[in-house]
């Protein structure tokens, strides 16, 4: 078929077309899209066609094959799901950098709530949070282990206390 002739076929067909693209996708976007590759594989295929084919059933059927085409395409590419709760995180790379500021201030309001507790229970108390074992503190004071354990114990529950006060 001539190139003349197509489009005027073509421009004949143009509302009928652009409707059956929207009943198929939904989406005025897609639909033109799908609009312009039939008439771009029509186009490029015209001289294939008969005289006496029917134009219309075959721009349709161009378009129904282009859209179950791209269907099956899109179905078989892998979907990405972002669960963040903020979307701007989506490339924000592995590292997260943290303001370390109001950690800081917690630090040093422990240490300085360790610093008021009574020798016999803030020395233990440091020595386990420093990675000794119980037997070894309590050698090291020549107490029995299970002293040793109710001070560190003591101490814990006396900074527990004064954190939550705050």
Do not use: C
Not at 77 to 91: A, Q, S, W
Not at 112 to 132: C, K, N, T, V, W
Request: hydrophobic residues 35%.
């Amino acid at each position: 078929m001539e190139n003349a002739r197509m489009l005027n076929e073509w421009q004949n067909l143009s509302g009928t077309l652009m409707a059956f693209a929207m009943s198929l996708t939904k989406n005025a976007n897609d639909a033109k899209d799908l609009y312009q590759e039939t008439a771009y594989s029509a186009f490029k295929n015209s001289r294939k066609l008969d005289e006496d084919s029917n134009i219309g059933g075959w721009l349709t059927t161009i378009m129904k094959n282009k859209f179950i085409n791209k269907y099956r395409r899109k179905k078989r590419t892998p979907v990405f799901y972002d669960e963040t709760p903020n979307n701007y995180l989506i490339n924000s790379g592995e590292e997260t950098i943290e303001n370390m500021g109001q950690s800081n201030l917690i630090m040093e309001e422990l240490k300085s709530r360790i610093a008021e507790l009574p020798d016999e229970l803030r020395i233990p108390f440091i020595m386990h949070f420093q990675g000794y074992k119980y037997r070894e503190i309590a050698d090291e004071f020549n107490v029995p282990l299970g002293t040793m354990k109710s001070r560190i114990f003591h101490a814990r529950k006396k900074l527990r206390e004064t954190v939550t006060q705050v």
